[in-house]
């Protein structure tokens, strides 16, 4: 299961700044237009205090977050969908990602050049939206002149798909994101992931700011994301960047107490791809595992190898605290802490498994 979310937005606003302080890696992040032409993808471990704490009671030799994606994604300028820029092959790049975290410019710095002259970021967004919109409008439209024949002939799948995207095109004309209408299905939803839409991933603002700024364009964006219920994180990108080595009390100092930096948008960013964590614990190793919310055991088994999904008997789960509150495994055991859950269970965030499998 690949789990990635992509780093979105026009170009010299931060997002490579932002993507080496995520991942610690080297990748272009000069001052100029379409410095990075390929995506780069970085693994980000999840914070997680459970892990340290129960690798402490398991006296285990390894410990190991779960993980998942950042892609670092050229930026985007006002015609990609038209094929200006580089647009094609970034629209290609975001269609591969599951979901979208959008770096917004609310700094401003004359050094640092704005490929629309000026600081504004809800016009920021906007011009990214309807490229987003205009790539989705394009394909939904292509999809219905094929399906014309079909539906011509009375074929009732044809029929059901056409009234989908028939809705769905009257929004992106309109100039509005798919993921803006929540009248859509989940089977909707499968229509409009076999086509690849972007307007359907959800979406994370990243206002990269200055420490100690608070300028009105920081104050317009907020509001911004507010009206539209959307979530959004505010970090420094550049400071983040700077503090990538240090550890994580020097960073409170530097960063002061009112955010959390790159852990607000790691969290933010799992929260988005609807992730939880269940965790496995012992001598050799405690680890963090991702799952989708709403995944059953036997699902969760095949995270860690998919022998496990196949051949899955049952899961013997604890909460975290229960286990360490009861001080062994044994303990927990023995006072009937430790249930046995069948191929229906739904795994929840915290939980401490064993699998049994054939």
């Known amino acids: 299961m690949s789990l990635s979310v992509g780093v979105v937005g026009l170009p010299n606003v931060g997002k490579s700044t932002l993507f080496n302080a995520l991942t610690n890696r080297s990748v272009p992040a ?9 995506p780069s993808v970085g693994v980000v471990p999840v914070p997680d205090e459970r892990l340290d704490k129960l690798s ?9 977050p779960a993980v998942f994606e950042f892609v670092d994604i050229a930026g985007l300028i006002k ?13 290609e790049n975001i269609r591969s990602v599951d979901a979208l975290a959008h ?25 990214i939206t309807l490229e987003l919109v205009a790539s989705d409008y394009n394909a939904v439209q292509k999809r219905l002149d094929k399906l014309a024949g079909e539906v011509r002939t009375g074929d009732k799948e044809a029929i059901a798909e056409q009234e989908v995207l028939e809705r769905a ?3 992106l004309d309109d100039g509005r994101m798919i993921n803006e209408d929540d009248s859509f299905t989940d089977k909707d939803f499968e229509i409009f992931r076999l086509l690849g839409l972007l307007s359907t991933k959800p979406m994370l603002f990243v206002f990269n700011t200055k420490t100690g700024d608070k300028p009105e364009a920081l104050v317009d964006a907020v509001d ?12 420094d990108a550049a400071l983040e960047f700077e503090m ?15 955010t959390h930096g790159l852990y ?27 799952v989708n919310r709403g995944s059953t055991a036997p699902e969760a088994a095949g995270r860690i190898h998919s022998d496990f999904e196949e051949k899955f008997i049952r899961a013997e789960v604890i909460g975290w605290e229960d286990l360490l509150e009861a001080g062994s495994r044994r303990a927990a055991r023995e006072n009937g802490l430790i249930r046995t859950e069948g191929s229906e269970y739904v795994v929840e965030d915290g939980d401490v498994i064993e699998f049994l499998h054939g």
Do not use: Q
Not at 31 to 38: A, E, K, Q, V, W
Not at 106 to 123: K, L, N, Q, T, Y
Not at 244 to 258: I, T, V
Not at 276 to 282: A, Q
């Open 56 to 64: 402490e009671f398991s006296s285990s030799k390894k410990v190991t």
């Open 79 to 91: 015609g990609a969908a038209e094929g200006e820029g580089l647009g094609n092959a970034f629209l």
């Open 30 to 38: 000069e001052n100029y237009p379409f410095c990075t032409i390929d």
């Open 224 to 235: 911004y994301a507010n009206e539209k219920n959307a979530h959004y994180v505010v970090l």
């Open 244 to 258: 990538s080595e240090m550890e994580e009390g020097e960073k409170a100092d530097f960063r002061g107490e009112e």
């Open 264 to 290: 607000d948008l790691i969290t933010a960013g799992y929260k988005l791809l609807d992730l939880i964590t269940f965790l496995t614990t012992g001598e050799k190793e405690t680890r963090g595992w991702p």
């Open 103 to 127: 770096v917004v410019r609310v700094f401003d710095d004359s050094d640092i050049h704005h490929v629309e002259g000026s600081i504004a970021p809800v016009r920021d967004i906007e011009t």
């Open 169 to 171: 095109a009257e929004i």
